[in-house]
């Protein structure tokens, strides 16, 4: 495990009803200065993702991004991570159905990820319907079939739930429907962008850390 997934895992586990001292030692041996607040781990992976194709090795430069496995937690981990206990900088990325949780927490937040001076960035739906956005849809089913889930889809295409909904509505619950899929493809989306389609509150993200 690299020291910030050692950070990582004792930051989760303070949030948990935990010590804090294993969390405060590893923020001062590793110089952690932002902490970068996700609801889940396919957004996790999405900035991972983002962050590889842009060159850039965000725990040498003291920041840690960390999926809390709901936005519900964030007021929790805000509390334990910025001005009332490490004193780390805090910013994140949300869904527009969350924007609540996150304002309480860090702030207004930003619309459209273009102000670095907001603390989060919040996506329009969430950031799979981003990345969709951002692909076209038939872009996105030609990767749905390079990674061997074509038939799966196709079968999904057909359940009566399905039926009368847009194609991008359909996408975004195909990748919600199996445990994994939405980690799997928050990667896959993002390695196929092109450099000037990437979201903007994605791309406003990483360009404020």
Known sequence: MTDMGAFREAVTAWAAGGSGDLARELAARLSVRTAVLLEGPSDLAAVDALTERRGRD??????????????????????LLGPPGLGLRLTGLCDEAERGYYARALGPGSEDGTDARQEFFVCAADLEDELIRALGVSRVEELIRAEGDLRAFQT?????????????????????TKKGRKIRYGRVLVEALS?????????????SL
């Open 58 to 79: 965000l725990a040498s430069e003291g920041i840690c991004v960390l999926a809390m496995n709901g936005a519900m937690s964030v007021g929790r981990f805000a509390r």
């Open 156 to 176: 999904f295409l057909r359940q009566p739930a399905q039926q009368g909904r847009t194609a991008q509505r359909q996408l975004r619950r195909f990748l919600a």
């Open 195 to 207: 450099p000037d389609r990437v979201p903007a509150p994605l791309d406003g993200l990483l360009t």
